[in-house]
C-alpha cells in the first residue's frame, strides 16, 4: 500500500476539460455524511425511517487519503476546494486535515460549508490551521420555523453564536446560504436580509432544489428568485454585480445605499450548467461530476490499494473529460424519477 503522507509524484499538471470544453476548477469534498440536523430539504428524519444509513468510520476517507486526493485533482486544474458534508465539524480532527490541505502547492483556496453549531468550538482552530472561508447554512431567524426545517434540532442562538465566533476568529466575510421553500420559510426571508444589512456578510437566497430523493421536492414549492429580485428592490433599491467569473453559482446584487451585497443561486429557474467546473467526491471516495449525479466512480481502490497515484489521475482525468452532465438544463426532459445521490452524501 502507497504511504499516504508522501507528495504525489507525478508528472507536470495537465488542466483537463470534458465534453463541453468545461475545466475543472472546484473540487466540493465531503469529510462525513454524518449531521446533527435533520433538515427537510436535505436529511429528513422520516426518510431514514430509523435505520443505520450512515458510512461507518472505516468506510470514511482518512486525513491522508483525502490529501492525495485532493493533490490529484489540483493536478488536473481544481484551485478550489470546499469542505463540505453532511456536517463537516462533526469529523475528528478536521482542523488538522485543513492544515495539510493548506499545504498543498497550487492549491489557492480552501472553504467551509457548516450549519455553524460548532463553530464556538473549532473556528479559531480552523482559521489557524489555513481555512480561507466559512459558509454557514441558515435559513430563517424565525426559531419555530428554524426548528420545523432542522427537524426540531437547530437553536438559532446556537447558530448565531456560532456567527460570531467565526467573526471573532477572523473569517469577517462570511456567506449566509438560506434554501427558500415556498408556505415553509419565504414569509421570514426580509427579516432575515434585514438583520445582515449592513454587515460584511452575503446572504445568498437558493432556489429549493430536486437533489436526491427524499426531500419530496414539487417545482410548486420553488420560489424562483426573479421574484427575490422584485420584492427586495422594492423595499432596498438593488442592483446587478458584473462577474468575470463564468463558473460563479450566484447572482450578486447589491444594495444601493451601501449596506451590502445579497446572492441568488437559481438552478431551478436560471440554470448555470454551462459554466460549471466543480467535482464533487463523497466521504469514502465517490467521484461525481454533478450535484443531481445518479452513479459515480469509486476511487477508494486508487487510493487506499494502488502504489502508482498516476492512475488516480489518470482516472480522474477520464472521468472528467467523458462528462457531459447538465442535468438543471434538462430538468424536463430527464424526468423527476430518476435516482439521485442524497444531499447529505455529496454536499451540496
Not at 68 to 79: I, Y
Not at 249 to 268: C, N, P, V
Amino acid at each position: 500500500m502507497m504511504d499516504m503522507r508522501v507528495p504525489l509524484k507525478i508528472a507536470e499538471p495537465v488542466p483537463v476539460q470534458d465534453r463541453l470544453q468545461r475545466p475543472l476548477r472546484e473540487l466540493r469534498m465531503s469529510v462525513i455524511d454524518r449531521c446533527n440536523f435533520r433538515c427537510s430539504y436535505c436529511m429528513p428524519a422520516d426518510s431514514l425511517h430509523g435505520r443505520g444509513v450512515f458510512l461507518p468510520l472505516e468506510k470514511l476517507l482518512t486525513d491522508h487519503e483525502i490529501e492525495t486526493l485532493v493533490r490529484a485533482f489540483v493536478h488536473l486544474g481544481v484551485r478550489k476546494v470546499r469542505i463540505t458534508g453532511g456536517e463537516p465539524l462533526l469529523r475528528p480532527g478536521l482542523p488538522a486535515l485543513i492544515q495539510q490541505l493548506a499545504a498543498i502547492r497550487g492549491l489557492e483556496d480552501i472553504a467551509l460549508t457548516t450549519n455553524g453549531v460548532m463553530l464556538p468550538r473549532l473556528a479559531e482552530d480552523l482559521a489557524e490551521a489555513g481555512l480561507g472561508r466559512i459558509t454557514v447554512s441558515l435559513d430563517t431567524l424565525d426559531e419555530e420555523v428554524l426548528a420545523h426545517m432542522s427537524g426540531g434540532r437547530a437553536r438559532l442562538d446556537d447558530i448565531l453564536a456560532g456567527i460570531a465566533a467565526a467573526e471573532s476568529a477572523g473569517f469577517e466575510h462570511l456567506k449566509i446560504n438560506t434554501v427558500v421553500q415556498r408556505g415553509v420559510n419565504d414569509h421570514t426571508i426580509m427579516s432575515l436580509l434585514d438583520h445582515f444589512r449592513g454587515t460584511p456578510h452575503r446572504v445568498r437566497l437558493i432556489e429549493y432544489m430536486d437533489v436526491g430523493n427524499s426531500n419530496h421536492w414539487s417545482e410548486h414549492d420553488v420560489v424562483p428568485n426573479a421574484d427575490w429580485v422584485s420584492t427586495i428592490g422594492q423595499r432596498w433599491p438593488i442592483r446587478p454585480l458584473n462577474s468575470a467569473n463564468p463558473a460563479e453559482t450566484a447572482r450578486r446584487y447589491e444594495y444601493l445605499d451601501g449596506q451590502g451585497e445579497i446572492g441568488f443561486i437559481s438552478s431551478i429557474s436560471q440554470p448555470f450548467c454551462g459554466g460549471c467546473t466543480r467535482a464533487r467526491v463523497t466521504a469514502d471516495g465517490q467521484f461525481y461530476t454533478c450535484l443531481f449525479s445518479n452513479h459515480g466512480t469509486n476511487l477508494m481502490p486508487l487510493i487506499r490499494q494502488d502504489e502508482n497515484p498516476q492512475e488516480l489521475v489518470s482516472r480522474i482525468a477520464a472521468v472528467w473529460a467523458d462528462r457531459s452532465d447538465r442535468y438543471s438544463e434538462r430538468r424536463g426532459q430527464v424526468g423527476r424519477e430518476r435516482q439521485k445521490v442524497e444531499m447529505y452524501r455529496l454536499g451540496g
